[in-house]
């Protein structure tokens, strides 16, 4: 079975940190490019960061620059994002995100495998 499954999430204080993990399994994340997603209540899904294939390149939506960081351990078949300074406006689940090939995009409709979310909080 293909899928990918998001922990990490939880309730934190603005200002703090989370790190979300995806882990794949029924297939090699390496060959994919990675993609976190977010849905906060009553908006559209947007993107957050990206990571190509072998991680040559990175993306970060304008307001995540400088406070998240994507990263993969392929050898754990597991993608991450470090979020620091956290903001009641990064409140929203997450979703990672996985297409085929080398380059990333934040276009979400050309991403074939999608995880269950996992909800962050930041609120005081």
């Known amino acids: 079975q293909l899928q990918l499954v998001e922990s990490g999430g939880g309730l934190v204080q603005p200002g703090g940190s989370l790190r979300l993990s995806c882990v794949a399994s029924?297939?090699?994340?390496?060959?994919?490019?990675i993609a976190w997603f977010r849905q906060a209540p009553g908006k559209e899904r947007e993107g957050v960061s990206c990571?190509?294939?072998?991680?040559?390149?990175?993306n970060y939506a304008e307001f995540v620059k400088d406070r998240f960081t994507i990263s993969s351990d392929n050898a754990k078949n597991t993608n991450y994002l470090q979020m620091n300074s956290l903001e009641p406006e990064d409140t929203g689940v997450y979703y990672c995100?996985?297409?085929?090939?080398?380059?990333?995009?934040?276009?979400?409709?050309?991403?074939?495998?999608w995880g269950q979310g996992t909800q962050v909080t930041v609120s005081s």
């Open positions: 029924g297939f090699t994340m390496g060959y994919y490019a």
């Open positions: 990571i190509s294939m072998r991680g040559a390149i990175t």
């Open positions: 995100a996985a297409r085929y090939g080398t380059s990333c995009t934040f276009s979400f409709y050309e991403y074939e495998k």
